[in-house]
């Protein structure tokens, strides 16, 4: 069945773009916003979901069956998506290829050219690799840190064992322990989930610093400064 899908999708079987085109970097099954004809008076925005991409021939999304729709989904039809992803809004616009009704309403659309981004963060993060220890309500647990700034973090865990980790949702609160400075002591800092992703034995978390500390903020640009002279 999904190999008659991707058939219809693109029956020629040949990649549009070469490997120089950007890559669409999106969960599946995360939400998006949909705009069909956007330049349009006629214009009909819907929210989506993302299933799917077959780099560089087409993105498959599910749209709800709403009446009208079909009518709109016609080859070479104009459509714009937005998503967040990572604190940024990334958008592209892109072409109908073609759409089938069951087992739900999926759309396939031109692998885009272009992605704009446009960064949602007051501090940019840097990559970094930072051991941390978590707690939450649902108890606690080590991690790392994979990238920070004076206004938040990403962090990943191990959740094998400990279930009731699993029950953490965006906007819950974690406290973090972390060393930035060799034989320094612990900078325990209040934050808030905004974003969670499963990842197999671990989850992933996009974490919002609650507080502005200044002995923090002066930390974690020295921090980054080691980062950037080992980098060097």
Known sequence: MMIDLLEKAHPSGQKPYQDVMPKVQIEPNSRVHVRINPSAQSARSLPGE???????????FK????????????????????????GSVHSFQSEVMSHIIKPSLLVFLEYPGRISIVEMRTHKR??????????????????????????GCRITFNVQGKAALRQLCPGEKLVLRMVLKPD????????????????????????????????????VDEYLALLQEAAE
């Open 63 to 86: 749209l709800p069956s709403v009446p009208g729709v079909r009518n709109l989904l016609l080859p070479r039809t104009v459509v714009e998506v937005r998503y967040l992803s990572d």
């Open 50 to 60: 993302y299933l799917g991409v077959s780099h560089y021939d087409f993105i498959m």
């Open 184 to 219: 320094a002591e612990p900078i325990v800092m209040n934050a808030s989930i905004k974003s969670l992703e499963a990842l197999g034995n671990c989850m992933g978390a996009g974490a919002l610093f609650e507080e502005h500390i200044p002995a923090f903020a002066l930390a």
């Open 126 to 151: 840097t990559t970094c690799s930072l051991p941390v220890m978590i707690s939450s309500r649902h108890g606690d647990t080590h991690g790392i840190i994979g990238d920070i700034s004076q206004g």
